[in-house]
């Protein structure tokens, strides 16, 4: 089983469309929580970390809770330059981090 | 901002030569680096980690004497693919962090490796 397992994509979804994605972990040790953003063939980007009380960056809220060990990230009124890929992150003590394996979206007109 | 810069972009070689990657923080002093691979449409994989002047970690599965890794400085480290075969084919991609452990990590730009 992966440590990090997210949603399997893709998503194909229309402009102004809100989508979530799900994520869970399974070490309990893990410390920090992140979403990243990946587009084609490029380095990943950190989109936000994700905190118990949650946050939101403009269309962007995420959520951790750790008693179920799940992350969420959703996105509210899709743009056509949200589609990417979509990695859900853990850090571990020490630094590492431990990528989920991506959720494609893509955005339609 | 910090940057990681690596070297190069995109390297095609023949089977059974050497390939180096060299990954550089350009403005802070990385006391660890990590090293990513990815292949299409998966997740990207730690490969190892090191710490400057110190032997690297390596993940379960990955081969030390294949994926040479050294970091020698506090802004270069270099992972050595050595004797490649096309299997080795797939996107490097290198991280580094300073002081403290907790940190901002920085990603390079990753490198597009082809064996033919």
């Known amino acids: 089983r992966k440590e990090v397992e997210q949603d399997p994509g893709p998503f194909n979804v229309p402009e102004g469309a809100t989508v979530a994605f799900n994520c869970t972990y399974s070490n309990s040790a893990s410390q920090s929580f992140f979403w990243y953003r990946q587009d084609c063939r490029k380095e990943p980007k950190l989109l936000m970390s994700?905190?118990?009380s949650g946050n939101e960056d403009g269309r962007f809220t995420a959520q951790l809770n750790r008693a179920s060990q799940y992350i969420s990230l959703l996105i509210r009124d899709s743009k056509l330059s949200d589609s990417a890929t979509y990695l859900c992150?853990?850090?571990?003590?020490?630094?590492?981090?431990?990528f989920g394996q991506g959720t494609e979206l893509s955005v339609k007109p | 901002g910090a940057v990681v810069s690596q070297h190069p972009s995109r390297v095609i070689c023949k089977s059974g030569t050497s390939v180096k990657i060299e990954c550089r923080s350009l403005d802070f002093q990385a006391t660890t680096m990590f090293w990513y691979r990815q292949f299409p449409k998966q997740s990207l994989m730690l490969m190892a980690t090191s710490n400057e002047g110190s032997k690297a970690t390596y993940e379960q599965g990955v081969e030390k004497d294949k994926f040479l890794i050294n970091h020698a400085s506090l802004t270069l480290s270099t992972l050595t693919v050595t004797s490649a075969h096309p299997e080795d084919s797939s996107f490097y991609i290198c991280?580094?962090?300073?002081?403290?452990?907790?940190?901002?990590?920085?990603f390079g730009n990753g490198t597009r490796l082809t064996v033919t």
């Open positions: 991280s580094a962090r300073g002081t403290p452990v907790h940190s901002p990590l920085h």
């Open positions: 992150v853990v850090r571990h003590q020490g630094g590492k981090l431990i």
């Open positions: 994700v905190y118990s």
